[in-house]
C-alpha cells in the first residue's frame, strides 16, 4: 500500500476522509459548521482509524472517525483589493467544514452521521468559546470553596472543591486538570473548560451529593435546572 503525506491526503479530492464532491443530505449531520480563521484543522491517520485534529486558541483536540465518514473543507474567497476600504464592506466569511457519510441508508452511518457532526461542532466552539456550566447550592448552611490541593505534584498544579452540604463532615473533591472551577459566591459554582462532555460529567459528579429534592427544593442544581415542589402529606 503507497503511504500518501497528511499534504497529500488534503489536497486529493478522491481522499476517502475529506471528500470535495457534494454531500448527501440529512436532518442533522449535513448543517455546516462554520469556524473562524483562528482555528486549524488537519486530518490525521491513527494506527486504529483516521481522524481529525482541531487546534485553537483554548486548546487541542483529536476525533476519531469511522471509515465512512467524508469531511468537506470550504474556504471563503480572499477579499478584493481595495485601496480605499470603506465602511460599508461586510466581514470576512467563516470558513465551513461538512459532514457526510458513504450510504445514509445504512443505519449505523445515519446515526454516525449526526454524532460525529455534533462532535466537531461541539469541538470548534470549545477550542474557540469554550463553555460553561454553573451551579447552584441550595440549602441552609450550603456552601462551596475553592482550594488547592495539597497532594498536587508540584505543589499548586491542582485544585480541589470544598463543599458544606448539611452533612457531618465537609464534602472534598478533585477539579480534574482540563477544567477551570470558580467559586465567585459562596452558593455558586462556575466550571469552565472545552470539552462539553466532560464539564457535564463533572457537574454531575457534584450534582450526585445533593440532588434537588421535591420538598424543601434544596440540593445542588445545575445551570437552568428547576424543580417541581410536592406538598408534605399531612397525617
Known sequence: MIRRTLQQRLATPLARNLASSAVVRSHVGSAPIPYPPTL????????????????????????PLAPFVNLSLTSPPPPASSETPTKSASPPSQ??????????????QRATWGLTRALIANAVQGLT??????????GVGYRAAIEPDPTATPPGSRERLRLKLGFAHDVVINVPGEIKAEVP?????????TDKHVLG???????????????????????????????????
Open 95 to 108: 470558513n465551513i467544514i461538512t459532514v457526510s457519510v458513504e450510504d445514509p441508508t445504512i443505519k449505523r
Open 40 to 63: 486549524s484543522l488537519a486530518l490525521a491517520q491513527l494506527p486504529a482509524a483516521p481522524a481529525l485534529n482541531l487546534t485553537g486558541p483554548k486548546g487541542t483536540y483529536t476525533l
Open 185 to 193: 459566591a459562596p452558593t455558586k459554582i462556575v466550571l469552565k473548560g
Open 201 to 235: 460529567l463533572f457537574a454531575a459528579k457534584i450534582r450526585k451529593w445533593r440532588k434537588p429534592e421535591p420538598y424543601k427544593g434544596k440540593g445542588i442544581f445545575v445551570g437552568d435546572e428547576t424543580i417541581r415542589l410536592k406538598d408534605v402529606k399531612k397525617k
Open 129 to 138: 468559546e469554550g463553555f460553561e456550566v454553573p451551579l447552584r447550592l441550595v
